[in-house]
């Protein structure tokens, strides 16, 4: 089975902080994606990378930056915290051969800036 | 990138069958449909995707008319344990990266009555 795993499940960080959430998928699957979730809005893709060192930005990039040096990690940056970026972040992969568009989420993070 | 429209709830009874439409009136001709399954705090999980009229799984049905302007998720005798958000997507391919990208909209939350 494919598995995604994310660094923590609940993140507190202050206003202003620098966070890292991190991801890791242990399938050599070259696209892997991040979301956030927040209620009423449903999933909102953030950035996306198709293979080590590429990135595309998704719908809602601003605020956050990422980073992708090996296949199998991918990095979501918030360079300055803001409260307007509580949510729920997910990440997903997917085999960049496949015809499928199946993808593989992670548990998600909670994050609250406080 | 293609729009999606789909209910924002329905419940049904233990034991039906459940029906949940989407529309996407501006699906373009190599785009697939997809739908996924979300838990309450779990990442979402793929169900099922097609291209044009019927595709079966031991989970769910879809069915996609000939105009593909929309699509229907068939759940048989569903219980307790599917309620939960379907979400319907179109995949769209970026061809500049050779990546698929998916776009989330708000979901059908089921509820299952029992």
């Known amino acids: 089975d494919v598995k995604v795993t994310q660094s923590s499940r609940y993140l507190v960080k202050r206003t202003g902080e620098k966070v890292f959430l991190e991801c890791v998928q242990d399938m050599d699957h070259e696209n892997m994606f991040w979301y956030r979730q927040d209620p009423g809005l449903g999933l909102r893709l953030i950035y996306f990378?198709?293979?080590?060192?590429?990135?595309e930005k998704g719908d809602i990039p601003e605020g956050y930056s990422v980073s992708r040096e090996k296949k199998e990690r991918f990095s979501l940056i918030l360079e300055s915290a803001s409260t307007n970026q509580t949510s729920m972040y997910l990440c997903?992969?997917?085999?960049?051969?496949?015809?499928?568009?199946?993808?593989?989420f992670g548990p998600g993070t909670r994050l609250t800036v406080t | 990138l293609a729009k999606t429209t789909q209910p924002i709830s329905m419940d049904s009874y233990e034991g039906q069958e459940v029906n949940i439409t989407c529309s996407h009136n501006?699906?373009?001709?190599?785009?697939?449909i997809t739908w996924y399954q979300q838990f309450p705090s779990q990442g979402p999980r793929f169900i099922i995707q097609?291209?044009?009229t019927k595709v079966t799984n031991e989970v769910a049905s879809l069915f996609i008319p000939a105009d593909r302007k929309s699509s229907t998720l068939s759940l048989p005798r569903v219980s307790l344990s599917d309620t939960a958000v379907y979400y319907c997507?179109?995949?769209?391919?970026?061809?500049?990266?050779?990546?698929?990208?998916?776009?989330f909209g708000k979901g059908t939350k089921l509820s299952v009555i029992p």
């Open positions: 501006n699906i373009a001709t190599n785009d697939y």
């Open positions: 097609g291209y044009k």
């Open positions: 997903a992969s997917r085999l960049g051969t496949s015809s499928s568009y199946e993808q593989y």
């Open positions: 990378s198709y293979d080590v060192k590429m990135k």
């Open positions: 997507l179109v995949g769209e391919k970026n061809s500049g990266a050779g990546s698929y990208q998916l776009t």
